[in-house]
């Protein structure tokens, strides 16, 4: 069973920083497409980034410039950089292993506001 845990949610002031990171419990992590998804109140979980085992990556178009995703295969760590943040970046964050039918993190949650 893959175990996926967040780390660094919290609340930031828009146009602020916030750091996330997902630990994999995965042996062989380095095999796995590894993404970021986040879920607002009353919204359906959608796709923030996602970054394949060769370091590809794939952004939502409102994250795209302000976000980075990365990974580190031998810590089995995934990574997302969030910057200039938004109120509407508000929500709970998850990491996931294999997509929609794959394996969830509990989630992280991320507030932004003054």
């Known amino acids: 069973q893959v175990q996926l845990v967040e780390y660094g949610g919290g609340l930031v002031q828009p146009g602020g920083s916030l750091g996330l990171s997902c630990e994999a419990s995965?042996?062989?992590?380095?095999?796995?497409?590894m993404g970021w998804y986040r879920q607002a109140p009353g919204k359906q979980r959608e796709l923030v980034a996602i970054?394949?085992?060769?370091?590809?990556?794939n952004y939502a178009n409102s994250v795209k410039g302000r976000f980075t995703i990365s990974r580190d295969n031998g810590k089995k760590l995934v990574y997302l950089q969030m910057n200039s943040l938004k109120p509407e970046d508000t929500a709970v964050y998850y990491c996931?292993?294999?997509?929609?039918?794959?394996?969830w993190g509990r989630g992280t949650q991320v507030t932004v506001s003054s």
């Open positions: 996931n292993q294999g997509g929609y039918n794959g394996y």
């Open positions: 995965e042996t062989i992590f380095n095999i796995y497409t």
């Open positions: 970054i394949t085992p060769g370091g590809n990556k």
